[in-house]
C-alpha cells in the first residue's frame, strides 16, 4: 500500500483525486490529505509517507513552500500539481528536486497512478545512487580493510592541520608506525590471520588517542598518526609510549595467541620540517631508526639521523645487486668431533665483499636482507654454494664431511622449501646425508604443526636436521620430542660465560644431558677458550666449534687444509680420552 500525502489542494480538489485511484487493485494507493507543512514532515519523518502531491495553486502559493518541502521531506519523491498557465513554475520545481508534475485539467487515473510509480522508483534509483557515490568516495579515501583513512585523506588532513597551525601558532607531531615481524605472521598464519590482526591493531590504535587526532593507514603493516595540538615532543613521546604499550598486548585471533610490537618514529611541526612531505619523511627516518635499536621503541627524529637513513638506503640498494655482481662469498667453520679430534664438518656462513667498503659484517646486512625480503635469495645462494664446495671436498681427502647450513625463518616458511633443498641437491649432486639443515629454536616453535609437516618431507629427503641456538627459545619438551632432529647446538651465549657463570655452565650441562637422553647429537658453538673445552669434553659433548679452533675461512682455506690432513692443525690439539 502507497501513502499519498496531499498538500494545498482544496476538498473538492482532493475527493476528485481520491475518486480517480479508489478501487484500483494493481496499485493500491491511500490519499492522505494535509492540511499543514508541518502535518506533511512530521509524518515524512515517522516513515509513514511514501510520495508527496503538492498542489502549487492551493492553500499554499508562496513560492518558498516547495524550496522548504524539499528541504524537509528527506528524500521522499515531491509531485507537484499545477494548472494549466503555470507549467513554467511546475518545471521550475522539478529542476529544483521534484519527481514530476501534472497539470490539474489534465489528469487522469493512469497518468496519476503511472506519475506516482516512477516518481518512487525514480526516488529509490536516486537514492541509491547516491549511496553508491558515497561509498565510492569514501572508499577513494579510506583504507578497505580497516576503515582508517588512507594515505590520500591522511596527506589532506596534514595539510589542513598544517594550514590550521600555521595561522594558530600551534605545534602538531607525526607518528610513522611500522609493526615489528609482521611478515612472519602473514607467512606463517596465513593472510587471513594476518588481515584480522591489522584490524585489532586500528582499532587500538584509534581507541588510544584523541577523537580530534587522526589516525591513518599508509598501506602494508604501516600506520600514521597526526597528533593536533601537540605541546612538545615530550607529551607527543608520551603518547607514543602508550601506543607501544596498548599494542603489545595479545591480540587472540582464530584460537591463536599472537603478540606483536612496533617502531614508531616521532616528526614535530615545525621543529623538524613546515610541510607535509618534510614532516613525513623524518617519521619514517626515526621510524627506521628505532627498529634498528632492537624494536619495539619510538624515536624522535634528530637531524643526525638523515646521514643513517641515506647510509641504510644505499646499502639496501648495494645489497640486491650483491647476488648478480657475485659479491656474496662464503666462508666455512669446522666441527670438530671430541672422540677422534678430527674435522667432522662445516658451518657455511655468508660474507659480502663490497666493492667499495670491502668485507661487510653479516651483523650489518643480515638484518637488512630479512627486513626486505632479500634473505631467501641469500639463503638459496648460500645453499647451492656450500654444496658445491662440499663437493670438492672429497678431492682433497674430506670424505663424508657434513656442511651445516642455517636457514632464515621466511625461508623455512615457505612451502616450497623441500623442492627448492631436493633441487639444488639433485644440481650439486651432493649426497643428502652429507647436508645438514640448521633452523633456530625461535623459528622452530612459531608454528609447530608447520614446523612438524616441513622437518619430516626434509627427513623424507635425507638431509640432517640441527636447532640452532638452542636454549634461548621457548622449546616446549612435548613439542621436541616429536620433532624428527638430529642435532642440538648450545647457543654461544651460554658457552661465553663457562667457567665463570654457574647459570652458563648448569644450562649448557642440561642442554648437552638432554640431548643425550633423547639419542640426539650435541654440538657446542662459540668455544674459544681451552677451559671451554675442557667443561664440554668432561660432559662428553660430541663436537665444538669455535674460535679456539678456527674462525671461518673461505673455501680455498678449507681445501689447502684438507690437502695436508683430516685433522685441522688446532693451536692446542684436543686430547681424547
Not at 408 to 415: C, I, M, Y
Request: negative net charge.
Amino acid at each position: 500500500m502507497i501513502s499519498a500525502a496531499l498538500l494545498g489542494s482544496t476538498r473538492r480538489e482532493a475527493r476528485e483525486l481520491e475518486q480517480l485511484i479508489h478501487g484500483d487493485s494493481s496499485y493500491a494507493v491511500t490519499l492522505l490529505p494535509m492540511r499543514s507543512l508541518d502535518e506533511v514532515t512530521k509524518k515524512v519523518e515517522k516513515g509513514e509517507i511514501d510520495v508527496i502531491l503538492l498542489d502549487l495553486q492551493g492553500v499554499y502559493p508562496s513560492s518558498g513552500t516547495f524550496k522548504q518541502l524539499y528541504e524537509q521531506s528527506c528524500g521522499v519523491p515531491i509531485i507537484v500539481l499545477t494548472d494549466d498557465d503555470d507549467e513554467n513554475l511546475a518545471l521550475s520545481a522539478v529542476q529544483a528536486g521534484a519527481q514530476d508534475f501534472l497539470i490539474k485539467g489534465e489528469i487522469d487515473k493512469n497518468a496519476l497512478l503511472r506519475s506516482i510509480r516512477y516518481s518512487i522508483e525514480r526516488s529509490r534509483l536516486a537514492a541509491q545512487l547516491e549511496v553508491s557515490r558515497r561509498l565510492e568516495r569514501h572508499l577513494a579515501q579510506h583504507d578497505f580493510l580497516t576503515g582508517l583513512p588512507n594515505r590520500l585523506l591522511f596527506l589532506d588532513r596534514l595539510q589542513q592541520a598544517l594550514r590550521h597551525a600555521s595561522r594558530m601558532e600551534k605545534r602538531i607531531a607525526v607518528l610513522f608506525l611500522d609493526l615489528d615481524s609482521f611478515k612472519r605472521i602473514n607467512d606463517t598464519l596465513g593472510h587471513g590471520t594476518g588481515d584480522q590482526l591489522l584490524k585489532g591493531v586500528a582499532r587500538r590504535l584509534c581507541d588510544t588517542i584523541r577523537e580530534s587526532d587522526t589516525v591513518a593507514r599508509m598501506g602494508g603493516d604501516e600506520f600514521t598518526i597526526i597528533l593536533f595540538d601537540t605541546k612538545d615532543s615530550y607529551d607527543a613521546a608520551k603518547i607514543a609510549k602508550k601506543i607501544l604499550d596498548v599494542i603489545s598486548a595479545p591480540f587472540f585471533i582464530d584460537g591463536h595467541e599472537l603478540f606483536v610490537t612496533a617502531s614508531i618514529g616521532i616528526s614535530m611541526y615545525p621543529g623538524d620540517g613546515i610541510d607535509a612531505d618534510s614532516i613525513i619523511k623524518r617519521a619514517d627516518i626515526a621510524m627506521y631508526r628505532a627498529k634498528g635499536c632492537g624494536k619495539n621503541n619510538f624515536k624522535l627524529y634528530k637531524l643526525s639521523m638523515d646521514a643513517t637513513f641515506f647510509e641504510h638506503l644505499t646499502l639496501e640498494n648495494s645489497l640486491r645487486r650483491a647476488i648478480t655482481n657475485n659479491e656474496l662469498v662464503t666462508h666455512f667453520q669446522p666441527q670438530i668431533c671430541l672422540k677422534t679430534g678430527a674435522v667432522s664438518g662445516f658451518e657455511a656462513l655468508v660474507r659480502w665483499q663490497h666493492p667499495q667498503h670491502g668485507l661487510v659484517s653479516p651483523a650489518k646486512f643480515i638484518p637488512l636482507a630479512e627486513e626486505t625480503g632479500m634473505i631467501t635469495s641469500i639463503d638459496e645462494w648460500v645453499l647451492r654454494s656450500a654444496c658445491q664446495h662440499a663437493c670438492r671436498w672429497e678431492e682433497f681427502g674430506g670424505k663424508n664431511l657434513e656442511i651445516a647450513v642455517n636457514l632464515s625463518a621466511r625461508q623455512f616458511r615457505r612451502k616450497s622449501l623441500p623442492d627448492v633443498i631436493s633441487g639444488v641437491l639433485a644440481e650439486t649432486g651432493l649426497p643428502p646425508q652429507c647436508l645438514c639443515i640448521e633452523i633456530t629454536e625461535s623459528n622452530v616453535m612459531q608454528n609447530v604443526e608447520h614446523t612438524i609437516s616441513v622437518l619430516g618431507k626434509l627427513k623424507e629427503i635425507g638431509v640432517k636436521l640441527s636447532v640452532d641456538d638452542f636454549g634461548k627459545g621457548y622449546s616446549s619438551l612435548n613439542y621436541l620430542k616429536r620433532f624428527p632432529i638430529d642435532t642440538l647446538k648450545v647457543d654461544r651465549s651460554f658457552v661465553s660465560g663457562i667457567p665463570i657463570d654457574r647459570d652458563d655452565m648448569a644450562i649448557s650441562t642440561a642442554i648437552v644431558v638432554l640431548a643425550q637422553s633423547m639419542d640426539l647429537g650435541v654440538v657446542a658453538e662459540g668455544v674459544e677458550t681451552a677451559e671451554q673445552l675442557a667443561f664440554f669434553r668432561s660432559l662428553r659433548c660430541d663436537s665444538m666449534q669455535g674460535y679456539y679452533f678456527s674462525p671461518p675461512v673461505p673455501h680455498e682455506r678449507v681445501e689447502e687444509l684438507l690437502r695436508s690432513s683430516t685433522v685441522l692443525a688446532f693451536p692446542k690439539p684436543v686430547e681424547i680420552v
